[in-house]
């Protein structure tokens, strides 16, 4: 069974692909939705969901159809096209998964991917409490100096480095790719990406807590957008985030 199944004429070849991992406070799917109504984007395709929890609901502004666990947006005549990820990855399944979409984005052509999560704020050292953003670039990744994520080796976004100490067999040879407090799958997908890949491949972190995140997206948003020298006039939130998002407001007068 194919893992991506197009629902409209659209072609991924030389658009910059970006890839919200579900992690803590789900910022990387609300950076992901600000994107996608920002930019006018529509659902160009829908991906196997075998690998992921199930969900099912209504789609954005009434629109016919169901929303999936991940789904592809896109616009010809936009230079990005967004993954969005509603569910997280079964947990018997989550090398599948991430095998699948590593191969979706091998041959979907391409020209650069970036992939954007959160980060335990309460897991930081000093050093990383000057900054909410911080970028990890996968060792067999091919140069950033040109191409579309040309712009983030001029910006001053960190490289990230763990609060917490990993190893892979001893306590010599630490780990390439630096564990992630609360990056979901961040550290596995950066680890299985081969060393002959072939595609210009970042990742954005952004330290965040669970709460109310609507800031923290746009802000995550907002970096994206300087990364892929986007221009967005006008940040819109989807009109979902309307109906209940972080729970519906208190009945006032139990206060009196």
Request: glycine share 8%; with cysteine; proline share 9%.
């Amino acid at each position: 069974m194919a893992f991506y199944h197009p629902t409209t004429d659209f072609s991924t070849k030389g658009k910059v692909l970006v890839v919200p991992v579900v992690s803590v406070a789900n910022v990387a799917q609300l950076a992901a939705d600000l994107l996608i109504a920002s930019l006018s984007l529509d659902r160009v395709g829908i991906f196997d969901p075998r690998n992921l929890v199930p969900v099912v609901g209504a789609r954005e502004d009434g629109l016919p159809g169901v929303t999936t666990p991940l789904e592809l947006f896109g616009r010809d005549n936009v230079n990005i096209a967004v993954i969005q990820q509603r569910s997280p990855a079964l947990k018997s399944s989550k090398q599948d998964f991430v095998d699948s979409l590593l191969e979706f984005i091998r041959t979907s052509g391409a020209s650069a991917v970036l992939i954007i999560g959160g980060v335990d704020m309460s897991n930081r050292t000093d050093p990383q409490m000057l900054t909410p953003t911080c970028q990890i670039i996968p060792s067999g990744t091919p140069a950033l100096t040109s191409g579309p994520l040309a712009a983030l080796t001029a910006l001053p976004i960190p490289v990230y480095t763990s609060p917490v100490p990993q190893f892979l067999h001893s306590d010599e040879e630490k780990t390439v790719i630096p564990f992630i407090p609360g990056g979901g799958l961040s550290r596995r997908i950066l680890s299985s990406i081969p060393d002959t890949w072939q595609i210009p491949t970042a990742c954005l972190l952004q330290y965040v807590m669970e709460g109310d995140n609507r800031e923290d997206a746009q802000l995550m948003a907002a970096v994206v957008s300087k990364v892929l020298q986007i221009e967005v006039p006008r940040w819109k939130q989807p009109s979902s985030w309307n109906h209940g998002l972080f729970g519906t407001p208190h009945d006032q007068t139990l206060y009196g």
